[in-house]
């Protein structure tokens, strides 16, 4: 990886990827002449079409880095980016989940499914709000004003990384003994003849 580039980064699986998504990475990398993208790679055949469409939107195939698809090792490439950019019809999961543990701002657009309101949740859950954005320009203009200020972005990278280590989504304690009490409950539930189907968890 190159030490003088700001390093963007999407470790998402590929057919999370989309055309809409892949467009927004390019202006962004347009926008930020000094800046690289780093995809992980399932296949030769999708380096060469990505580069492909990367052309049509005059960017330099230098600035596209990959890496050998291996999920075990997606632990510790991700301190190695500056920002993480989310895929939007489908976010990541792990990935996010990943990111967050380290404090990498993980931008990423709340939509209108499920599917690709999962990277907004892990945001949320571990008190990266400020990185969740609603509409294609907005997450282009968030990637950019990041890359702008190095020294601005490390210490948004520490407050990330000390609001999501006491957050509830790295609560350990806290799950087991949510969980515990949920056992607790449906024993009692099943003891006492009863078949509720919801069991609430305080």
């Known amino acids: 990886l ?16 989309n055309l809409s998504t892949f467009n927004c990475w390019m202006e962004i990398l347009s926008q930020v002449p000094n800046s690289v993208l780093w995809l992980d790679s399932p296949s030769k055949l999708y380096e060469k079409n990505i580069l492909k469409h990367a052309q049509t939107k005059k960017i330099d195939s230098n600035r596209i880095i990959f890496r050998e698809h291996d999920i ?5 490439h991700h301190s190695l980016a500056d920002v993480y950019l989310d895929t939007m019809v489908i976010s990541g999961g792990t990935t996010g989940i990943l990111s967050a543990w380290i404090g990498l701002p993980v931008i990423t657009i709340a939509g209108k499914t499920p599917q690709s309101r999962f990277g907004a949740g892990i945001m949320k859950a571990s008190g990266g709000e400020q990185f969740i954005v609603n509409s294609e320009s907005e997450y282009i203009n968030k990637a950019i004003e990041l890359a702008q200020d190095r020294d601005k972005l490390e210490k948004i990278k520490q407050d990330f990384l000390s609001q999501a280590r006491q957050s509830p989504l790295f609560d350990q304690q806290c799950y087991i003994r949510h969980l515990e009490s949920a056992y607790e409950l449906m024993w009692s539930d099943h003891l006492a003849g009863h078949k509720q189907k919801h069991i609430y968890v305080n």
């Open 2 to 17: 190159p030490e003088d580039k700001f390093i963007y980064c999407c470790f998402n699986n590929s057919y999370r990827n």
């Open 72 to 76: 075990l090792n997606r632990d510790w």
